[in-house]
T-cell receptor
Framework: ETGVTQSPTHLIKTRGQQVTLRCSSQSGHNTVSWYQQALGQGPQFIFQYYREEENGRGNFPPRFSGLQFPNYSSELNVNALELDDSALYLC??????????????FGEGSRLTVL | QQQVKQSPQSLIVQKGGISIINCAYENTAFDYFPWYQQFPGKGPALLIAIRPDVSEKKEGRFTISFNKSAKQFSLHIMDSQPGDSATYFCAASMNYGGATNKLIFGTGTLLAVQP
């Protein structure tokens, strides 16, 4: 186990709704990244948070937003859900130090189905 | 240029055989090449990783071969076991050691090791 926990594990929403996914980082980690993994595909980078600020973003629209809290937990929010948002959402934590970014540790993901 | 191309899509190997998965990239700025293993219902887990300053890295039964001039890298699993049956993803990132460790993933290889 990586120590990265995500909730909920599964959820079903309808098109147009909003969803919040949560992540608790591994102890000692100060950086969290979110990835979207569509069925049968590799994960795609959504964004990364460091010191409670977005620190890099992939090719995702603004309706994908996030937060990182002082305890390094994180939320991913998606507004105006579309059918194509159905995917496994993965949270990954790591530690940034003066020598750079360490290994990414992934959680088990939140499976979102949009109907 | 941001893509990482992975092949084959699926692979069947007999127990004790060698599994080989290949990846190719275009962006010469990539400086970190990890391989992830993912079991159904789980998040990806780092298996082994390599930097472009070496041509080969071995950890137990797993070996990465890296060809910088060809912009290709491969994963070799020696003495493949049924427990190795999983989906394998290659990935690449640039600015490893910087503030953002954004991984670009391949499309994955579903490995089945037959007993």
């Amino acid at each position: 186990e990586t120590g990265v926990t995500q909730s909920p594990t599964h959820l079903i929403k309808t098109r147009g709704q909003q969803v919040t996914l949560r992540c608790s980082s591994q102890s000692g980690h100060n950086t969290v990244s979110w990835y979207q993994q569509a069925l049968g595909q590799g994960p795609q980078f959504i964004f990364q948070y460091y010191r409670e600020e977005e620190n890099g973003r992939g090719n995702f629209p603004p309706r994908f937003s996030g937060l990182q809290f002082p305890n390094y937990s994180s939320e991913l929010n998606v507004n105006a859900l579309e059918l194509d948002d159905s995917a496994l959402y993965l949270c990954a934590s790591s530690f940034i130090s003066g020598s750079g970014t360490g290994e990414l540790f992934f959680g088990e993901g939140s499976r979102l189905t949009v109907l | 240029q941001q893509q990482v191309k992975q092949s084959p899509q699926s692979l069947i190997v007999q127990k004790g055989g060698i599994s080989i998965i290949n990846c190719a990239y275009e962006n010469t700025a990539f400086d970190y090449f990890p391989w992830y293993q993912q079991f159904p219902g789980k998040g990806p887990a780092l298996l082994i990783a390599i930097r472009p300053d070496v041509s080969e890295k071995k950890e137990g039964r797993f070996t990465i071969s890296f060809n910088k001039s060809a912009k290709q890298f491969s994963l070799h699993i020696m003495d493949s076991q049924p427990g190795d049956s999983a989906t394998y993803f290659c990935a690449a990132s640039m600015n490893y050691g910087g503030a953002t460790n954004k991984l670009i993933f391949g499309t994955g290889t579903l490995l089945a090791v037959q007993p």
